[in-house]
């Protein structure tokens, strides 16, 4: 009974299985046309049905389902096809506009769905027929930038058709297609602070049949040319007729007209058959090679500035020693030699006392530093360096002793300061202490 259940179990999970696999592996024809916007919308609901039933009701309504596109074969797609999928409960969108070099090429898009919460995975291929047209290229193309959407929201059909009618409305042509819609983030567009409901921004290509509107030239003008440098708004005088959904930056619309674009051709080379001439029969070397003598460029790598730096040596010599001019500069230089070495020596005296005019005073009685004698501003060039002290102020009277037999004598010392540090030492040689 078990061998029976367990029979019967394994032959629904095949058939479940079958029905996955039948279903992931059909293919989707979609016929695009050179030089117009192509979108593909990846439904959510249309792949629920690819992932085997769930025990609850109403779990697959809400599962995540994120997808992989690629280019069959290669892990990327084709450089004219986008995606974009906001949230892992959003439908995904392959947009892009293919180029009349991609007419008659079938391009078969692998789309991979994963389901987020059962991590269960369905595929099934797209395969885009890039067809000509006889419209393409329109030669007038206008490129619009729109700051209060973002590229997704433009992709919606309802959304697209409501620019294209604006733009009709102020343009009057026979044909007008969109071309291409680009997100400001692949212009190297910065993501929007998420307040205010800020957008990231959208570029829209739009081509028609007819040269353009006399409204769509007024951002050429001077006048708005000038507010555009500035940074101000342009006065356009139908951006009413977009105001009202799409809010444009009319300076940084771009209007071209492609039969005065001169054309670039670049020239590349015969690619040739791939197949490397015929040189004739291989030859390797001899295996008895001789050995390199190097000892030559040895001599040169070091004999030659070897030599080069004796005649430089033997030429300074013969400057410095026997020219009139080298023995002035030598005694220059002895002369300065010896001036340093008596500086030198003269520093290590350390019981010479500073010069009074240059040091400031010291009250002993009410410890206040007063500033030296003479301003900074003073001219002491024709004064004597050591200042008579019959009239200085808080001077000190000490007694002085001179040689025996005679009496005592009174003498003026300063308290000096000598690098913030009282010299007292002076004061007291004077008493004999």
Not at 77 to 99: A, K, N
Not at 117 to 140: D, G, K
Not at 301 to 320: C, Q, R
Not at 340 to 354: A, D, F, G, Q, V
Request: with cysteine; net charge neutral.
């Amino acid at each position: 009974m078990r061998s029976t259940m367990s029979a019967a179990a394994a032959v629904a999970w095949l058939g479940t299985v079958v029905t996955i696999l039948s279903r992931s592996h059909a293919d989707r024809n979609v016929y695009p046309s050179a030089g117009v916007l192509f979108v593909h919308v990846l439904e959510r609901e249309y792949f629920k049905g690819e992932f085997p039933p769930y025990p609850k009701s109403g779990d697959a309504s809400n599962d995540p389902i994120t997808f992989n596109t690629n280019l069959m074969g290669y892990p990327d797609r084709p450089g004219w096809l986008r995606y974009i999928q906001r949230t892992p409960l959003s439908d995904g969108v392959l947009y892009g506009s293919p180029t009349a070099e991609h007419v008659g090429k079938p391009t078969v898009i692998e789309i991979t769905a994963y389901n987020r919460r059962t991590f269960e995975t369905a595929r099934h291929n797209l395969v885009i027929n890039i067809m000509a047209t006889e419209e393409f290229p329109l030669p007038y193309q206008a490129e619009f930038y729109i700051k209060n959407m973002n590229v997704e929201e433009m992709l919606a059909s309802e959304v697209l058709g409501d620019f294209l009618g604006a733009v009709k409305n102020v343009w009057q042509p026979e044909r007008l297609n969109a071309i291409n819609i680009t997100s400001a983030l692949d212009r190297g567009g910065r993501v929007p602070l998420p307040i205010n409901n800020l957008k990231e921004g959208v570029y829209v290509m739009v081509g028609a049949d007819v040269p353009f509107s006399s409204c769509l030239r007024e951002v050429e003008s001077p006048h708005n040319q000038l507010r555009c440098s500035q940074e101000m708004e342009p006065a356009i005088s139908c951006d009413k007729k977009f105001r009202a959904q799409f809010h444009i930056d009319w300076c940084k619309i771009s209007l071209v007209d492609i039969n005065k674009v001169v054309p670039v051709y670049i020239t590349r080379p015969d690619p040739g058959t791939g197949i490397l001439p015929d040189f004739g029969e291989y030859k390797p070397p001899s295996e008895f090679l001789k050995s390199r003598d190097y000892f030559s460029d040895f001599l040169v790598t070091l004999g030659v500035p070897s030599a080069v730096a004796v005649v430089l040596f033997f030429i300074l010599g013969y400057t410095m020693c026997f020219r009139r001019e080298g023995v002035i500069q030598l005694v220059h230089h002895s002369s300065i030699q010896k001036s340093s070495k008596e500086l030198r020596s003269m520093s290590k005296n350390r019981e010479i006392s500073w010069p009074l005019s240059t040091l400031p005073v010291f009250n002993p009685v009410s410890g206040e530093v007063v500033p030296p004698i003479h301003p900074d501003n003073y001219e002491t060039t024709s004064m004597p360096l050591m200042q008579t002290q019959a009239n200085l102020q808080n001077q000190i009277t000490i007694p002085q002793q001179r040689p025996s037999g005679d009496n005592y004598v009174m003498s003026t010392f300063r308290r000096l300061e000598v690098n913030g540090i009282p010299e007292e030492r002076k004061v007291a040689e004077a008493l004999n202490l």
